[in-house]
C-alpha cells in the first residue's frame, strides 16, 4: 500500500510541475486536471480508509462516491489486483 501512496504522491508532483511550465492551459485542459486531482484525493482517501483498518468494501464504496460523475467504471478510473 506504501508503494501505491508514492507512485501516487509521484505523480501529483509530475502534473504540479508539468502545470506550472506551462505558459496558458486551455479550458479543456484546465478541467481534466482538474478531474485529475478529484480522483488523486479520492485514492488517497481510499489509503487512508484502508490504513484505518476498514473493510476494503467500505473503502471501495467511499471512492466510489467519491468518483461518481468524474471518472469511468466502478473504480474511480484505475483498477489494480490485490
Avoid: P
Wanted: charged share 25%; glycine share 6%.
Amino acid at each position: 500500500m506504501r508503494n501505491w501512496t508514492l507512485a501516487l504522491m509521484g505523480i501529483a508532483l509530475t502534473a504540479i510541475f508539468t502545470v506550472a511550465s506551462a505558459a496558458e492551459l486551455d479550458k479543456a485542459t484546465k478541467e481534466d486536471i482538474a478531474r485529475h486531482r478529484v480522483m488523486a484525493q479520492a485514492h488517497e482517501n481510499a489509503a487512508k480508509c484502508l490504513e484505518a483498518g476498514k473493510a476494503d468494501a467500505v473503502c471501495e464504496k467511499q471512492l466510489q462516491a467519491e468518483c461518481k460523475g468524474i471518472a469511468i467504471g466502478k473504480f474511480c478510473g484505475m483498477k489494480h489486483t490485490h
